[in-house]
């Protein structure tokens, strides 16, 4: 049997396609609804608003994309690896999908209630990256005096702002982005490991 | 002698705290005008149009606060004080000015050649990172496969992404975050010194 079709996600892929194309402003309704070959009122059918088109190609996103890289993060029981691998993939998430920037700097369009539920999903990320540090400190592997949610949001910080800087017209340069990204972090937080503070 | 009034200027800071206190999007010529006492015809003898005023409103900023970062570094001969320094300031200048978010986030509205000029201004703080680390790289201080393009851009990155999580009703912690920035960066860039790869 074939799976069910799915409207309303088949539309929030074009509309997100249209977003990078001609930017979130300038994109109206009229033209989501021309592209898909349906009248306006078939588009709000399934959305509401354009903010709640938008909530939903964020959802989808993070539900696709960033949830399953965390999930399979959480199954690794030792904290270093766990960081490492999480990082390294989310890195090379951002090389891979342009639309990381797109949906970063339009987060701020959602409505309160949007906004918390796609921050809550991004907050799980610095979480697991926060608690991993926050174990490796407490094993006398970082500083003593590092603050493991500062470090965590260095580490999202330097693979957020990839979607800035990244020539996406050169993805096979993207292993080698997010090894120097997980290097970095990874010898800065293990830093002279045991020999240069006291425990 | 009082110095000659600047009404383009006290605009453009007028503008700024209507941008940050509603939005870009939501804060109309008309509503610049009307807080600052002029008609919308005395705004548009300053500036033509919105994009122009938000051109202005980044270029004082980058001149008035990130450009003399830079100039003051670029003083510094050698390469890892350089690096720490402007990493700091820069962190620093992160904690202390909330505006830089909504700057960052609204560049893309910029028409292109102001794009472009403003883009060029904040190129001189990664460009300065690079050949500091590529300096450092030369002398046989940093992992010889190490990118410094790819190294600046990570330092940039977690500097940059502050202003999306910091809280700015403590500025009091700003010293130590931007402390935990530099020494992560530095330490990561450091790793292992002499002792780790062959020379």
Same mark, same amino acid.
């Given at each position: 049997?074939?799976?069910?079709?799915?409207?309303?996600?088949?539309?929030?892929?074009?509309?997100?396609?249209?977003?990078?194309?001609?930017?979130?402003?300038?994109?109206?309704?009229?033209?989501?609804?021309?592209?898909?070959?349906?009248?306006?009122?078939?588009?709000?059918?399934?959305?509401?608003?354009?903010?709640?088109?938008?909530?939903?190609?964020?959802?989808?996103?993070?539900?696709?994309?960033?949830? @399953?890289?965390? +999930?399979?993060?959480?199954?690794?029981? /030792? #904290?270093?690896?766990?960081?490492?691998?999480?990082? $390294?993939? *989310?890195?090379?998430?951002?090389?891979?999908?342009?639309?990381?920037?797109?949906?970063?700097?339009?987060?701020?369009?959602?409505?309160?209630?949007?906004?918390?539920?796609?921050?809550?999903?991004?907050?799980?990320?610095?979480?697991?990256?926060?608690?991993?540090?926050?174990?490796?400190?407490?094993?006398?592997?970082?500083? @003593?005096?590092? +603050?493991?949610?500062?470090?965590?949001? /260095? #580490?999202?910080?330097?693979?957020?702002?990839?979607? $800035?800087? *990244?020539?996406?017209?050169?993805?096979?340069?993207?292993?080698?982005?997010?090894?120097?990204?997980?290097?970095?972090?990874?010898?800065?937080?293990?830093?002279?490991?045991?020999?240069?503070?006291?425990?």
């Amino acid at each position: 049997m074939p799976r069910p079709a799915d409207p309303a996600g088949a539309l929030s892929e074009l509309a997100l396609e249209l977003f990078l194309e001609h930017g979130y402003d300038a994109t109206p309704m009229s033209l989501v609804a021309q592209r898909a070959g349906l009248t306006k009122a078939g588009v709000y059918h399934h959305f509401e608003s354009k903010e709640h088109l938008l909530y939903v190609v964020h959802k989808r996103h993070i539900e696709q994309l960033l949830l @399953p890289l965390i +999930d399979d993060a959480e199954r690794e029981p /030792a #904290a270093e690896k766990r960081l490492r691998s999480f990082l $390294n993939e *989310y890195a090379l998430l951002q090389t891979r999908d342009p639309s990381l920037r797109l949906l970063i700097n339009e987060a701020k369009r959602l409505e309160p209630a949007h906004g918390a539920e796609i921050r809550d999903a991004w907050r799980r990320g610095v979480h697991l990256i926060r608690d991993a540090v926050a174990e490796m400190k407490k094993d006398g592997r970082c500083a @003593p005096d590092l +603050d493991p949610t500062y470090a965590a949001f /260095a #580490a999202i910080g330097m693979c957020s702002w990839i979607c $800035n800087w *990244y020539d996406y017209t050169r993805p096979e340069s993207g292993p080698a982005v997010a090894r120097t990204m997980v290097d970095l972090f990874m010898e800065g937080l293990l830093r002279g490991k045991s020999s240069e503070w006291p425990r």
